[in-house]
């Protein structure tokens, strides 16, 4: 696909910083699931199971454990329109830059501040980091961007939502489902369970690939799984 921008590019500044670490578990991790409500994120490439794991944690913990966060579309009325117009239309052409994080940002806190129940793990899919990759890749298919001017011109996009976004993270044990070891290898296994692909989105799911990349090298999920069988836990010091 020959890139050309479908945005202006918009002048950025540096990313918001800090909070790069994961949110982790010590040795008493398993205390914090039955003590008071943890939210466990599940994050990945597109098409790599989130919520059907989710629905299998659900389904075996039973609803006096687990609360299900829902999906991002129960969380705010805009969502309704945007599918009504088209989501991929919207997504990748028609919304501002601003909108765009707007809208996907208040979708998150929304989730977060509206969890229903009393159980004491909450199951969300997609946990803080995903939004700053979501929204990262996206610039970059737009506006033709590289890796890190995408995530810094995202970064200042989400700086009116920073210290709500940090809370929410904070109380995430964010883990991150991969479809392979190499970053290759999960765009092209998210677009293989496609039925159709066009080259945006063939274009976003190589950049939405790198971006969990970058994200999980900066250390920001508890718990790396992939396929084969690897997982890599991260401990705060």
């Not at 913990?61 to 117009?85: E, F, N, Q, T, Y």
């Not at 995530?151 to 392979?180: I, K, N, T």
Request: include cysteine; proline fraction near 4%; glycine fraction near 10%.
């Amino acid at each position: 696909m020959t890139c050309r921008p479908l945005d202006h590019p918009q002048r950025t500044s540096a990313g918001i910083g800090g909070g790069t670490s994961s949110r982790c578990s010590d040795d008493h991790g398993r205390r914090r699931f039955v003590n008071r409500r943890t939210t466990l994120a599940l994050s990945g490439p597109d098409n790599v199971g989130k919520s059907r794991q989710l629905r299998i944690l659900a389904r075996r913990c039973g609803p006096d454990l687990v609360v299900r966060a829902g999906a991002l579309h129960d969380h705010d009325g805009r969502w309704k329109s945007i599918a009504a117009g088209g989501m991929a239309s919207w997504w990748f052409k028609t919304s501002s830059p601003g909108e765009l994080a707007d809208v996907l940002a208040s979708s998150y806190l929304a989730r977060h501040e509206a969890a229903p129940g009393s159980g004491p793990l909450l199951l969300v899919d997609r946990g803080v980091p995903m939004l700053e990759a979501t929204l990262a890749a996206t610039l970059a298919t737009r506006q033709c961007l590289d890796d890190q001017r995408a995530y810094d011109q995202a970064m200042v996009l989400l700086r009116p939502y920073e210290a709500g976004l940090r809370s929410a993270e904070a109380q995430e044990f964010g883990v991150l489902l991969l479809h392979a070891e190499e970053v290759a290898d999960n765009a092209r296994l998210s677009l293989a369970r496609e039925v159709r692909v066009s080259d945006v989105y063939g274009a976003y799911q190589g950049h939405l690939a790198r971006q969990i990349a970058r994200l999980a090298d900066a250390g920001r999920f508890a718990h790396t799984v992939d396929p084969v069988g690897h997982s890599r836990f991260r401990l705060r010091g």
